[in-house]
């Protein structure tokens, strides 16, 4: 069980997820436990077209540094791991011991651990405490989004030219073209308005999951 788009109806993502890569056993169990043991946070989770697409791309831009803002039990960073060759590295950061716990468990089972190191703490001070100069090739943005613009500002420096910037929930569940003026849909509104206009990077922010923003740094 794991979260669909949440813009094409049950049946046309059956079909979409019947031609793309499937998630494997280790995704679709991980799945499985994630939804017993959080049910109402189900909604962490990316789903399964979104996590090969993640893998693909990876593979695609010849990734081998990689960063992941917010991992809750470990989905989508067994996707990005995925798309890593042997020796590339993922960077995780997450505040929860509970949940990562669960993504140990399932890094070790995918045989990535070796490729992953896990930094517990608020991501922003991790991420201001990270070296300054350019060093990710792929970063993934999923955890608190009131903190979404301040995360932007630092990743982007830490972005080698050519590299990729993903978001996710850069729709806010359709909240962003709606009159809800709550802290956390405002810091989605500000963060796209700012990703838009940011010339250091190219963005299409694309209608994925609950909205997935790609930005490519230039220069």
């Known amino acids: 069980m794991t979260r669909r788009t949440e813009y094409l109806p049950e049946d046309l993502h059956a079909y979409v997820a019947a031609h793309s890569m499937p998630p494997g056993a280790v995704l679709s169990a991980l799945a499985e436990e994630t939804a017993r043991l959080y049910p109402s946070e189900m909604g962490l989770q990316i789903g399964p077209e979104q996590g090969a697409f993640m893998t693909l791309l990876a593979r695609s831009i010849g990734a081998r540094d990689a960063l992941e803002i917010g991992t809750f039990t470990g989905y989508s960073s067994i996707c990005l791991a995925s798309g890593l060759p ?53 970063v993934f943005i999923d955890a608190e989004k009131t903190e979404y613009p301040a995360y932007w500002e630092e990743v982007v420096p830490r972005v080698r030219p050519g590299g990729v910037v993903l978001a996710d929930n850069t729709l806010s569940h359709g909240r962003v073209i709606s009159g809800d003026t709550s802290p956390r849909v405002q810091a989605i509104k500000d963060f796209n308005d700012r990703t838009a206009a940011d010339e250091r990077v190219e963005t299409v922010l694309l209608p994925v999951g609950d909205g997935l923003t790609f930005s490519r740094r230039v220069g």
């Not at 950061?93 to 190191?117: F, K, M, N, Q």
């Not at 922003?124 to 350019?134: F, I, K, Q």
């Open 86 to 138: 042997p020796d590339g590295r993922l960077t995780c950061l997450d505040i929860s011991e509970e949940w990562t716990s669960v993504a140990r468990r399932y890094w070790a089972r995918a045989g990535l651990a070796d490729r992953i190191d896990l930094r517990l703490g608020p991501a922003l001070e991790t991420l201001r405490g990270l070296p300054a100069e350019p060093a990710y090739d792929l």
